[in-house]
Structure formats: C-alpha cells, structure tokens
C-alpha cells in the first residue's frame, strides 16, 4: 500500500531537484523515495554518492516501473477506444 508525503521546500530547489530528476528520465518523487530506502535501510543520513550499486538499483526499478506504467496506459487507451461505443 502507497501514502502520500507532502513536504514544503523552497521552490527554486524543487524546479532544480525537478530537472536532475528529467535528466535521468525520471520523476522527483522517484529520487524522494530512493534517498528515503536509503536512509531506512541504512539506519542514516547519507549525504555522499558512496552506495552507487544500490541507489542505481532504486532507479533502475523506478524505471521498470515508469516503462510499465505507460504500457498500461496505452493498453487501456486502446481498450477505452474499442468498448466506448458499446457503453
């Protein structure tokens, strides 16, 4: 099960967090979750690029996810266009 976080930050950081984030394809609340795993598997705080291996893991499977989630999208555009006369 999901949950919403809302958090309040200084807007230039959002726009530029935002823009890391597209240049990896990805969304914020992708690199959000992937520091948040970090910090609950590791018991801390760790401000430094020194677990690459596993943060890549955490964005490789938002990525799989991201990918997935079109496909979804598309299949049920496609299933809405064929049964949207039959409504």
Known sequence: MQTQLIIRIENNLKKEAQAVAENFGL???ALIKAFLTSVVKNKKITLQDNNDDYLDA??????????????????A???LKKYSGAL
Request: glycine residues 0%.
């Open 27 to 29: 969304p914020l609340s």
């Open 58 to 75: 955490i964005i490789m499977s938002a990525l799989r996810d991201k990918k997935i989630a079109n496909r979804l999208e598309k299949l």
């Open 77 to 79: 555009s496609l299933v």
